[in-house]
C-alpha cells in the first residue's frame, strides 16, 4: 500500500510538469494527416493513410486535452504559472488551432463534426487572441523574452478561413485572414531583430525557428482557397516559405545537435503546411517541379515526425520529459 501510494504521488508530481506545448504534437501529426489526404486526392491515390493518420491525431488530441485537464483540476496553480509565463503562453492556443486543424481534415468525411469543430476552435482562438494582444499591450515584456512561439496566438487566425471557407460567409474569412496576416508581418519584424540583434535565444526554444515557415504557407492555403485560385500574392507567399524551408534546411548542422525538448513539436505543423501549400500549388498550376517539391516535402515532413515521435517516446519512459525546467 506504502509503496502505491509512492507512485501514485510521483505520478501527480509528473502532472503538474505536463506542459499545454504538447498540443504542438496534435497540429504536427493532424497537419500531416491533412497533407497526406490532400497528395492522395491530388495524385489519385488509393490509400487510406491520410484516413489512419487522422483517426491518430484524434487519439493525441484525447489523450492530451484529458491529461491537461486533469493538470487543470489538480494542479491549477501550475496552470496559471504557465498561462502568465512570457513563452508558454503562447503555446494555449494551440489547442484552439489542433480543434481547427481537425476540422479541416474531417471536412471530408464528417461535415458536421468539421462544422462543429470549427466553431468551437475558431471562438476559442479569437478569444485567445484578444487576450494575448491585451496582454502585450497592457504588460511590460523583456525584448529576449520574444521568440517565434509568439506568432501562435495571432498567426493562428490564418487557419480560420481554411477550415471555414465551406462554413462561414466570405467576409467573416476576409476579416481573420487580414487579422493574421497584419500581425505576422509586425511579429516577424520584431522577431527577427530579436534574432539578429540580441542574445541567441535558448538552445531548446532554437526548434521555434522553423515556425517561421508556417505563416507564409498557411497564408498561402488560406488566400489561394479564399480567391479561388493562386495569383501574383500566392506565389509570393509560396516562395517566401520555399525560401524558409531552403534557409533552415542549410542550418541542418544546428539542429541535428540539439538535445531532445517537447519544442521538437516546432518542427511538425510548419513542414506539414508547407507540404499542403506545395500540393495546392501542384494542383492549381500543374508544374511537374511543383509535384517533386510536394513530394519531397511530404517524405521529409514524415520522417521529421516519426523521429519526433520516437525521441517523445523514449524520453517519457526515461523520464526526461515532464520534470521541471
Same mark, same amino acid.
Given at each position: 500500500?506504502?509503496?502505491?501510494?509512492?507512485?501514485?504521488? %510521483?505520478?501527480?508530481?509528473?502532472?503538474?510538469?505536463?506542459?499545454?506545448?504538447?498540443?504542438?504534437?496534435?497540429?504536427?501529426?493532424?497537419?500531416?494527416?491533412?497533407?497526406?489526404?490532400?497528395?492522395?486526392?491530388?495524385?489519385?491515390?488509393?490509400?487510406?493513410? @491520410?484516413?489512419?493518420?487522422?483517426?491518430?491525431?484524434?487519439?493525441?488530441?484525447?489523450?492530451?486535452?484529458?491529461?491537461?485537464? !486533469?493538470?487543470? @483540476?489538480?494542479?491549477?496553480?501550475? %496552470?496559471?504559472?504557465?498561462?502568465?509565463?512570457?513563452?508558454?503562453?503562447?503555446?494555449?492556443?494551440?489547442?484552439?488551432?489542433?480543434?481547427?486543424? !481537425?476540422?479541416?481534415?474531417t471536412a471530408g468525411y464528417q461535415e458536421k463534426l468539421a462544422y462543429y469543430l470549427f466553431l468551437i476552435g475558431a471562438a476559442v482562438h479569437f478569444i485567445f487572441t484578444i487576450i494575448m494582444i491585451s496582454r502585450w499591450l497592457t504588460q511590460k515584456y523583456q525584448i529576449l523574452q520574444l521568440n517565434p512561439a509568439w506568432f501562435i496566438p495571432v498567426v493562428g487566425n490564418l487557419i480560420i478561413p481554411i477550415a471555414g471557407i465551406k462554413f462561414v460567409n466570405i467576409e467573416i474569412c476576409w476579416f481573420f485572414f487580414s487579422l493574421g496576416f497584419f500581425f505576422w508581418v509586425i511579429l516577424f519584424a520584431l522577431i527577427f531583430y530579436r534574432i539578429v540583434f540580441h542574445d541567441p535565444i535558448p538552445k531548446q526554444l532554437f526548434p521555434t525557428l522553423f515556425i517561421f515557415i508556417a505563416p507564409p504557407s498557411v497564408a498561402f492555403i488560406a488566400y489561394t482557397k479564399i480567391v479561388g485560385h493562386m495569383d501574383s500574392f500566392s506565389r509570393i507567399l509560396l516562395y517566401i516559405a520555399w525560401f524558409f524551408v531552403i534557409l533552415l534546411l542549410s542550418m541542418a548542422g544546428y539542429f541535428v545537435k540539439l538535445d531532445f525538448a517537447v519544442t521538437w513539436w516546432a518542427y511538425t505543423f510548419p513542414l506539414s503546411a508547407v507540404t499542403i501549400a506545395s500540393i495546392m500549388a501542384f494542383e492549381q498550376l500543374k508544374y511537374p517541379l511543383f509535384g517533386w517539391i510536394a513530394t519531397g516535402l511530404l517524405i521529409l515532413t514524415s520522417l521529421v515526425i516519426v523521429v519526433v515521435i520516437l525521441k517523445t517516446i523514449r524520453a517519457i519512459l526515461h523520464n526526461k520529459v515532464f520534470v521541471p525546467e
Amino acid at each position: 500500500m506504502k509503496k502505491q501510494a509512492i507512485e501514485e504521488e %510521483v505520478s501527480e508530481n509528473k502532472l503538474q510538469y505536463f506542459p499545454v506545448s504538447f498540443f504542438a504534437s496534435v497540429m504536427g501529426i493532424s497537419g500531416l494527416a491533412i497533407a497526406v489526404e490532400r497528395y492522395e486526392q491530388v495524385f489519385k491515390l488509393n490509400s487510406r493513410i @491520410g484516413m489512419i493518420l487522422l483517426i491518430a491525431a484524434y487519439l493525441v488530441f484525447v489523450a492530451v486535452t484529458i491529461t491537461y485537464s !486533469l493538470k487543470i @483540476g489538480k494542479h491549477f496553480s501550475a %496552470v496559471k504559472s504557465e498561462f502568465k509565463h512570457p513563452v508558454k503562453a503562447n503555446f494555449f492556443p494551440a489547442f484552439s488551432i489542433s480543434l481547427l486543424l !481537425l476540422s479541416v481534415g474531417t471536412a471530408g468525411y464528417q461535415e458536421k463534426l468539421a462544422y462543429y469543430l470549427f466553431l468551437i476552435g475558431a471562438a476559442v482562438h479569437f478569444i485567445f487572441t484578444i487576450i494575448m494582444i491585451s496582454r502585450w499591450l497592457t504588460q511590460k515584456y523583456q525584448i529576449l523574452q520574444l521568440n517565434p512561439a509568439w506568432f501562435i496566438p495571432v498567426v493562428g487566425n490564418l487557419i480560420i478561413p481554411i477550415a471555414g471557407i465551406k462554413f462561414v460567409n466570405i467576409e467573416i474569412c476576409w476579416f481573420f485572414f487580414s487579422l493574421g496576416f497584419f500581425f505576422w508581418v509586425i511579429l516577424f519584424a520584431l522577431i527577427f531583430y530579436r534574432i539578429v540583434f540580441h542574445d541567441p535565444i535558448p538552445k531548446q526554444l532554437f526548434p521555434t525557428l522553423f515556425i517561421f515557415i508556417a505563416p507564409p504557407s498557411v497564408a498561402f492555403i488560406a488566400y489561394t482557397k479564399i480567391v479561388g485560385h493562386m495569383d501574383s500574392f500566392s506565389r509570393i507567399l509560396l516562395y517566401i516559405a520555399w525560401f524558409f524551408v531552403i534557409l533552415l534546411l542549410s542550418m541542418a548542422g544546428y539542429f541535428v545537435k540539439l538535445d531532445f525538448a517537447v519544442t521538437w513539436w516546432a518542427y511538425t505543423f510548419p513542414l506539414s503546411a508547407v507540404t499542403i501549400a506545395s500540393i495546392m500549388a501542384f494542383e492549381q498550376l500543374k508544374y511537374p517541379l511543383f509535384g517533386w517539391i510536394a513530394t519531397g516535402l511530404l517524405i521529409l515532413t514524415s520522417l521529421v515526425i516519426v523521429v519526433v515521435i520516437l525521441k517523445t517516446i523514449r524520453a517519457i519512459l526515461h523520464n526526461k520529459v515532464f520534470v521541471p525546467e
